[in-house]
């Protein structure tokens, strides 16, 4: 069975920094495309970014991108999440997800991950 945990949320001042991990067990993790995903209160699950099983293609949503990056380790069946000049909106739960099919691409639609952390929360404060 796949599973995935979360790490590194926390509560940071606007301009701060975080970096989440995920780290999967139960399954193969060198050929997951893996993702992040957010969800502030009141609000749809939003795709953060995304890397392929060989990290050749990432993939990030309009309002992270030049701030966050994305990383993995498939030594050790971990991504991270690295969030620089963190601002109040990025507050949310953070997911990560995982794509079991081997693909060409990194896709941002949350239907096409089939295995789910239970989230971490960040908190930016203004």
């Known amino acids: 069975q796949v599973q995935l945990v979360e790490s590194g949320g926390g509560l940071v001042q606007a301009g701060g920094s975080l970096r989440l991990s995920c780290a999967l067990s139960g399954g193969t993790f060198t050929v997951y495309t893996m993702g992040w995903f957010r969800q502030a209160p009141g609000k749809e699950r939003e795709f953060v970014s995304g890397i392929s099983w060989s990290a050749g293609i990432t993939l990030y949503g309009d309002s992270v991108k030049g701030r966050f990056t994305i990383a993995r380790d498939n030594a050790k069946n971990t991504v991270y999440l690295q969030m620089n000049s963190l601002k109040p909106e990025d507050t949310a739960v953070y997911y990560c997800?995982?794509?079991?099919?081997?693909?060409?691409?990194?896709?941002?639609?949350?239907?096409?991950?089939?295995?789910w952390g239970q989230g971490t929360q960040v908190t930016v404060s203004s």
């Open positions: 997800a995982a794509d079991r099919n081997l693909r060409r691409a990194v896709l941002s639609t949350k239907s096409v991950y089939d295995y």
